[in-house]
């Protein structure tokens, strides 16, 4: 969630998108291919004891116009042996992003909210140096777009001390960089910020009278069948948890953190939603072919805006004509991938609960 980076399985998803246009391409482990279905059947496999980055614990799913094909290795939890399915949620971290995107743009659409607001709009209390700063106003748009200038609250002694000791409400959050100034004019840069989306989700809060997993429960997990996606606490005993390995050996693992912990819950809008494969395939279907937003939103939404970011989405060009929509996420030892090719109409969801 708090990092921004390379996302490790980008060879793994070049080769499979090129197989899309005719190369032949083996996935390492036991692969099922299925009809054109929504309803994925699965069957687990035992990680694989080679050398070289692989799927150790998680779930690959690419879904295209020929069907679709799920690998699924390791388990979601190694004690009881309880398998890996399409329906097991993982925590996606900054994957989450594109949600919180999402949701502000449906308030667009619902004329409850614009893209030009400024922040101190929804924020009276908002940093008197905010107000006043010569750099410029920040505004929702910049918010969405990584270029605010806002200080990162993650940075913060303050958030650092009790991140992973103590419940941190929005408000502490919010406190921790009230004495800040902008650290460049909004809309001049762009500078990954996990604080200005966990702003934004108070934005939805206030505005809606929801809370934000209320909000996304009621505009989007219900209307799309989305049974096994939640904001913060995922369902009981369903989540795969989650796993590291101890000095890299693929035998030798221990718990990340327990399922509750406190970092995933409401207020953490820049990394706080469980999904599972089925649901993700829902998801980006629907999102892609204008079933959530309206077609300026989404236009605005698939618009780089500034380095290749557009609305909570990344937005490439890594094969000749071909753009491809993503938003990566790695936290608390879960890591996923979502991927959108709209010139082949292929998704790929990649769920990890154990990495190196």
């Known amino acids: 969630m708090l990092k921004h980076r390379k996302n490790p399985h980008q060879r793994l998803f070049a080769e499979i998108a090129r197989s899309s246009r005719g190369a032949k391409r083996h996935l390492h482990q036991a692969v099922i291919f299925l009809g054109l279905t929504l309803s994925l059947s699965s069957a687990a496999v035992d990680p694989p004891d080679s050398e070289g980055r692989k799927l150790i614990s998680g779930i690959v799913l690419h879904h295209g116009v020929g069907g679709?094909?799920?690998?699924?290795?390791?388990?979601?939890?190694?004690?009881?042996?309880?398998?890996?399915?399409?329906?097991?949620?993982?925590?996606?971290?900054?994957?989450?992003?594109?949600?919180?995107?999402?949701?502000?743009?449906?308030?667009?659409?619902?004329?409850?909210?614009?893209?030009?607001?400024?922040?101190?709009?929804?924020?009276?209390?908002?940093?008197?140096?905010?107000?006043?700063?010569?750099?410029?106003v920040p505004t929702i748009h910049h918010l969405l777009s990584h270029t605010s200038g806002i200080p990162e609250a993650y940075n913060e002694a303050i958030v650092e001390e009790k991140l992973f000791r103590d419940k941190l409400t929005f408000e502490q959050l919010f406190a921790a960089i009230s004495h800040r100034s902008l650290i460049f004019s909004p809309g001049k840069k762009f500078a990954y910020s996990n604080t200005g989306y966990i702003i934004l989700g108070e934005i939805i809060r206030r505005v809606s009278q929801q809370s934000y997993g209320e909000y996304l429960q009621q505009s989007m997990f219900a209307p799309l069948g989305m049974q096994q996606t939640t904001v913060g606490s995922p369902l009981a005993n369903l989540a795969a948890l989650s796993y590291v390995l101890i000095h890299g050996k693929s035998k030798e693992y221990q718990r990340y953190f327990e399922i509750n912990e406190k970092h995933v819950d409401d207020t953490f809008v820049d990394g706080n939603i469980y999904s599972s494969a089925n649901d993700l395939l829902l998801w980006m279907r629907a999102l892609f072919s204008g079933k959530i937003l309206s077609s300026a939103s989404l236009q605005a939404m698939l618009t780089n805006h500034s380095s290749g970011y557009g609305y909570g989405i990344n937005i490439k060009k890594e094969l000749p004509g071909t753009t491809i929509y993503d938003h990566e996420g790695e936290w608390i030892g879960y890591h996923a991938l979502i991927r959108f090719i709209p010139k082949t109409t292929e998704t790929y969801i990649l769920l990890e609960n154990l990495i190196p």
């Open 68 to 136: 679709a094909k799920l690998e699924i290795s390791g388990k979601a939890d190694m004690e009881t042996s309880r398998a890996i399915t399409a329906d097991t949620p993982f925590l996606i971290g900054s994957a989450s992003k594109t949600f919180a995107a999402v949701a502000i743009l449906t308030l667009v659409d619902q004329k409850l909210v614009t893209l030009t607001d400024p922040v101190r709009k929804y924020f009276p209390e908002s940093p008197a140096a905010w107000l006043a700063d010569p750099k410029g």
